[in-house]
T-cell receptor, first 109, second 118 residues
Framework: SQELEQSPQSLIVQEGKNLTINCTSSKTLYGLYWYKQKYGEGLIFLMMLQKGGEEKSHEKITAKLDEKKQQSSLHITASQPSHAGIYLCGADGTDKLIFGTGTRLQVFP | KAGVTQTPRYLIKTRGQQVTLSCSPISGHRSVSWYQQTPGQGLQFLFEYFSETQRNKGNFPGRFSGRQFSNSRSEMNVSTLELGDSALYLC?????????????????FGQGTRLTVV
């Protein structure tokens, strides 16, 4: 079955710094979702990437899909405390949505 | 447009009891999926309902069950609670049922129900 692995598992950055989170699939990646979760709350849909090479941006968050590498990256520019939370990647598996292991981001002033 | 609503937000139960969680999907969405999230296991798929039919089930014991009503609202039941059932239970709604491999699921999640078993 397909698995999604995220790296790093945890990230602590100073406010204003840029950062990147990666999501690697064990099988061919036809597309990917990115979600953000505040501690103990539900997942907030960030964006969906459907084509290899596709890149989308929302405010200071940019995500790219590299089909050949079976990987997606999420890049945050000039991080802010509001970016703190858990970032999860997801994909349509053969019979259900599957999710990555999550990356916990902390941003300190 | 109202989002996905889960009730209650918090629950404390004792071992051996049973619990029912509720999820109201976004209006027009017919698919509801349930997930269990724990620090050690991450998001684990429980089951998915579409048009009142269970489409798929994860690897959980039979103590975990669910159903969906004609208005797409869904309930999840856990019987004979164990300490290990303590978790955040999340439901997600979407227009179509997931796992089609076509990247059109676009699931929206509720705030979750935090269940603590003591």
């Amino acid at each position: 079955s397909q698995e999604l692995e995220q790296s790093p598992q945890s990230l602590i950055v100073q406010e204003g710094k840029n950062l990147t989170i990666n999501c690697t699939s064990s099988k061919t990646l036809y597309g990917l979702y990115w979600y953000k979760q505040k501690y103990g709350e539900g997942l907030i849909f960030l964006m969906m990437l459907q084509k290899g090479g596709e890149e989308k941006s929302h405010e200071k968050i940019t995500a790219k899909l590299d089909e050949k590498k079976q990987q997606s990256s999420l890049h945050i520019t000039a991080s802010q405390p509001s970016h703190a939370g858990i970032y999860l990647c997801g994909a349509d598996g053969t019979d259900k949505l599957i999710f990555g292991t999550g990356t916990r981001l902390q941003v300190f002033p | 447009k109202a989002g996905v609503t889960q009730t209650p937000r918090y629950l404390i139960k004792t071992r051996g009891q049973q619990v029912t969680l509720s999820c109201s999907p976004i209006s027009g969405h017919r698919s509801v999926s349930w997930y269990q999230q724990t620090p050690g296991q991450g998001l684990q798929f429980l089951f998915e309902y579409f048009s009142e039919t269970q489409r798929n089930k994860g690897n959980f014991p039979g103590r975990f069950s669910g159903r969906q009503f004609s208005n797409s609202r869904s309930e999840m039941n856990v019987s004979t609670l164990e300490l290990g059932d303590s978790a955040l239970y999340l439901c997600a709604s979407s227009l179509v049922f997931s796992g089609q491999g076509t990247m059109n699921t676009e699931a929206f999640f509720g705030q979750g129900t935090r269940l603590t078993v003591v």
